[in-house]
Nanobody
Framework: QVQLVESGGGLVQDGASLRLSCAAS????????MAWFRQAPGKEREFVSA????????VYADSVKGQFTISRDNAKNTMYLQMNNLKPEDTANYYC??????????????????WGQGTQVTVSS
């Protein structure tokens, strides 16, 4: 079984930066990809970004392109999300996920079979 633990969330002001981390533990960890999703109150969970574990190919939602950067450290089984110039609309619970099927499904939540508990990001105006 794989466990995913997110960290790095918090309360920040408009324009600030945060870096989220997602540490994986458990049996031998080698997913096809890892991803970040987020869910704001009253809204559906939405895709943020994904990265393939081998090769490091990245995909971003249009809403965060140029603002967020995803990366991973395979040796540490850890994925990161650097979030710059945060806005109130970025307020959400951010979840990391591991698994994935193919490049074309990187943004698809049901393609991931392991999920973390989430870390809250709140951006005040």
């Amino acid at each position: 079984q794989v466990q995913l633990v997110e960290s790095g969330g918090g309360l920040v002001q408009d324009g600030a930066s945060l870096r989220l981390s997602c540490a994986a533990s458990g049996r031998t960890f080698s997913p096809y990809a890892m991803a970040w999703f987020r869910q704001a109150p009253g809204k559906e969970r939405e895709f943020v970004s994904a990265i393939t574990w081998i090769g490091g190919m990245t995909v971003y939602a249009d809403s965060v392109k140029g603002q967020f950067t995803i990366s991973r450290d395979n040796a540490k089984n850890t994925m990161y999300l650097q979030m710059n110039n945060l806005k109130p609309e970025d307020t959400a619970n951010y979840y990391c996920a591991a698994g994935g099927w193919t490049i074309t499904t990187l943004a698809t939540a049901r393609a991931y079979n392991y999920w973390g508990q989430g870390t809250q990001v709140t951006v005040s105006s």
